[in-house]
């Protein structure tokens, strides 16, 4: 029964601590936020940015630059086992990739990498490196008295100022207040009277509202004005960008009619292949090897379905499909062959749709 115990607690520990780090860094000097499975990672864009914590299975690694101007960077790969990946941005005739530089097996139970954030599995997990809290300051009353010329003349100025700022560690803004009231008063107007008073008070939750108002006597008039301005609807300013995909090459978008590839090429060893591209570690990678190695070749709809077999992700098994689909010698075996590769509906239907457009 010991044993049993402690066998289990053995396999318990090793799922606990079966996580990985993922570094990626730029030289080129643009700052990104890093998404995972849609899941964004860092609140503050940095150039050099690593996940500490993930999880074995499969991940889509999108990078969305900070500056507005360079081109997102998609990668998909498979975490089989605890490791730390190095990665790193380059950039190839104005098109951005993410290159692996190390992949090594690690037990998982390292401490986190300095300046590393924390993996978020979903929208509502805390950002690990969200900014801490602003601190709140107050200003005393402060009443300064002026006099004039043997004390027949002088203004009493009394002003009263707080600050109030809370920034709550979600990464959302949260709750700002400035309070400020200047009070003056001149006895040399209005019979003694005579003053201004301007309070100004701004305050909000993710808006910016902004309320003044002055009050000016004087001997002849008195003057009252009141101002309120507020940016924003309500809320917490964010900015949300949605990944933007650009079709594949083998994509149909407009139903216009596909050739087939006309080649003397037939693959004879798709095993040999296969073993080469199990040696990159990236499915990307693969995926863009596999389809500059098929450029001028075709195959049967069995050779077809094992090289895209080996890819994960559906996105990249519609991609071959359609890719293949054109270049298979038994499109009449490879339809049937290819519609089971995938499980959602949404993409055999799309795939039929191409075929349909093969001539």
């Known amino acids: 029964m010991k044993h ?3 066998i289990l607690s053995t396999i318990f520990a090793s799922f606990s601590f079966a996580q990985s780090t993922l570094s990626i860094f730029n030289n080129g000097g643009q700052q990104f936020y890093v998404i995972l499975n849609g899941i964004k990672q860092n609140s503050v864009p ?3 940015v690593t996940v500490s914590g993930i999880q074995n299975g499969p991940y889509s690694v999108k990078l969305i630059f900070a500056d507005g101007k360079t081109g997102d960077i998609d990668k998909n790969f498979l975490i089989d086992e605890p490791s730390l990946i190095t990665t790193r941005v380059v950039f190839k005739k104005g098109k951005g990739k993410l290159q692996l530089i ?4 690690s037990s998982g139970s390292q401490a986190p990498a300095q ?3 924390v993996y978020r599995p979903t929208d509502q997990t805390v950002y690990s490196d969200a900014p801490a809290p602003a601190p709140v300051v107050n200003t005393p009353n402060t009443s300064v008295n002026m006099s004039g010329n043997n004390g027949s003349v002088g203004q009493t100025v009394t002003t009263n100022q707080s ?3 809370n920034n709550s560690n979600t990464g959302q803004p949260g709750n700002v207040g400035i309070n400020m009231n200047v009070n003056i008063q001149d006895p040399t107007l ?4 005579g003053g201004m008073n301007i309070s100004v008070n701004m305050s909000g939750t993710g808006n910016q509202t902004q309320q003044s108002s002055s009050t000016i006597q004087t001997s002849e008039t008195t003057v009252v004005t009141s101002t309120n301005m507020t940016n924003g609807a309500g809320g917490s300013q964010s900015a949300a960008v949605k990944p933007t995909q650009t ?11 596909v050739s087939s590839v006309k080649c003397q090429n037939i693959l004879a060893d798709e095993k040999k292949l296969i073993s080469d591209l199990k040696k990159l570690n990236f499915e990307a990678d693969r995926k863009e090897q596999l389809e500059k190695d098929m450029v001028a070749h075709c195959m049967t709809a069995a050779q077809a379905c094992e090289l895209i077999s080996i890819f994960t992700f559906e996105s990249d098994r519609l991609d071959l499909a359609k890719y293949f689909y054109v270049r298979t010698i038994d499109k009449e075996v490879a339809l049937s062959k290819f519609m089971d590769l995938f499980t959602f509906d949404s993409n055999k239907v799309e795939f039929r749709e191409f075929s349909r457009t093969v001539k």
Not at 190 to 193: A, E, H, L, T, V
Not at 247 to 257: E, F, G, I, L
């Open 163 to 165: 600050i109030n700022t």
């Open 115 to 117: 300046n590393a954030v």
């Open 190 to 193: 209005n019979n003694g009277q």
């Open 102 to 105: 190390g992949m090594e097996p």
């Open 247 to 257: 079709p594949p090459s083998s994509a149909n978008t407009n139903n216009q009619s």
């Open 46 to 48: 940095q150039t050099n």
């Open 4 to 6: 049993l115990i402690l």
